[in-house]
Every structure is written in C-alpha cells, then in structure tokens.
C-alpha cells in the first residue's frame, strides 16, 4: 500500500478538544487535510466559530462544539453530539489543557485541582466515553495524547515553577503506555505528542519573561515550533502509518530534550 494510501483518513471523523487555536487548530488542519471530518471543542463559542470559518475555507468539514472539558460531566453529551451528527469517532486528539505558574510552597490547592482535572482527568473520561461508545466495540481507533516536554524532563521554564503542570504532562506519557498496552490487541493505537516550545496563549507568560531570542535559543535548532510543525506527526499517529507503533511520545521541540 502506498503512503498516500496509508494517510488517507477519507470517511473517518476525528475530535480534536482545545481545537479552536493554536496547537489543537493546526492539528484540525492537518486531520481535515487528510479528508477527515472534524469536530473541534472550547469553551468559547466566538472563537470556536471563528476555526471553523477558517477550517471551512479549506475546505474542511467542521463541527464545532462548545465543552468545558474541566467540566467532567458535560463530556458524555460532547461525545454523543459528535457521534450523532458526524458518525462514530475513529481519531481522539486530547490537546485541551491548561497550566498554573506558582512556586511549590505557594501553589494553591485550587489550582492544582484544575490543572490535574483538565489535564488528566478530562483525558481519562473522553477517552474511556469513546473507547466505550466507538473505538473497542469496533475494535479500531486512534488515540493521541498531548504531553510535553516538561512532562518528559520535569523542568521548569526559568522563572516559572509550573509544578501542577510537569505533574500533569508526566501523567499524560504513562496513561498514554498503559493505555497503549491495554487497548493494543483491540487494534487502537494510543500514541502521544510532547511540544516543544510553541507561541501559544499559554505559553505568552514565558515568552513575555524571556524574550522572543532566548525562547528560540533553547532548542538546538535556534527557533520555536511554527504553524506546520505537529502536522507531521499528527498525520503519522492518526492514519494507518502507525500501524505497529503504540505507547509512544514523540517530542517535537527543536531537539532541546537532545542535549
């Protein structure tokens, strides 16, 4: 089978949560390109509204679909629309996430309950809530799950203690080989994706502290990761490319976790 077979995702429907900017947007992007249809999940309608404008004049079919997914109970209904309007689901981009800047001694117990539940928790409940409804029933799927680096390495940005954060990521990566494990003779691949360094709206704070240099001087590479870099990857862990690799994490940051 040739590769352009093999990343054909035609007839297939993904869901992409934190899909309406940044990193989710250009996994969207990526997944429509391929010929999947679409389903995008924020908490903004305004701006969820404005990606699928854009993903529309690339010609892709996008739904949009206003969840908080730090509300764990507003999942279930999320995953039932999607179905309900574009067909089971046969690729899962965990993306949505948030992190919380605090020194350890100082972390509000608040804080950490919100990142831990949007992180993690909301993963485990809208992967297990598609698993249920789609994924083992037919016994396929794709599951990528998006860690980062500082899950990988425990490290801080300078100046900015992100504790909850690291935790959350570092959870992310084993979920993601325990789910890989398990779900394995199902036939799902469970991969996951560690960024780098992005401008994001997350990740404003630390570029603000920094400076736009000494954030691209971190990587080898010297630069930050652009609007095309995860497409690749996306493309490889969502398509039947990645027929035999499971409980992976690729990092994709300019080769800083290389030194």
């Known amino acids: 089978m040739t590769l352009a ?36 999940t924020a ?22 679909v206003v969840c908080d997914m730090g509300d764990l109970a507003a999942i279930p209904a999320l995953v039932e629309r999607v179905i309900g309007e574009l067909g089971p689901i046969d690729i899962l981009v965990n993306n949505a996430g948030t992190s919380w800047g ?10 950490w309950n919100k990142v831990i539940t949007l992180n993690v928790t909301a993963i485990f409940v809208v992967t297990q809530e598609v698993g249920r409804r789609c994924m083992v029933p037919r016994r396929s799927g794709k599951v990528i799950n998006i860690a980062s680096i500082q899950g990988l390495t425990g490290s801080y940005p ?32 469970v991969n996951a994706i560690a960024p780098g360094f ?6 404003a704070p630390i570029a603000a502290s920094l400076g736009k240099d000494a954030t691209a001087e971190m990587a080898p590479m010297k630069r930050v990761g652009g609007p095309e870099d995860l497409k690749g990857v996306v493309a490889l862990f969502a398509s039947d490319a990645c027929g035999f690799i499971t409980g992976q994490t690729l990092a994709v940051d300019g080769g800083l976790t290389a030194v």
């Open 158 to 189: 300078e100046g900015m203690p992100t504790l909850a954060y690291n935790a959350s990521k570092g959870a992310v990566v084993n979920m993601t080989r325990t789910l890989a494990n398990e779900w394995a003779p199902l036939g799902i691949n």
């Open 102 to 111: 605090a020194p350890t001694i100082d972390h509000p117990l608040d804080g």
């Open 198 to 203: 992005f401008p994001t709206k997350m990740t």
């Open 43 to 64: 908490r903004k309608g305004h701006e969820l509204d404005a990606a699928t404008k854009h993903l529309k004049t690339l010609g892709i079919e996008a739904l949009p």
């Open 5 to 40: 077979k093999l990343q054909n995702l035609e007839g297939r429907v993904a869901l992409v949560t934190g899909g309406s900017r940044g990193l989710g947007l250009q996994m969207a992007e990526v997944l429509g390109e391929l010929g999947a249809k679409v389903a995008i």
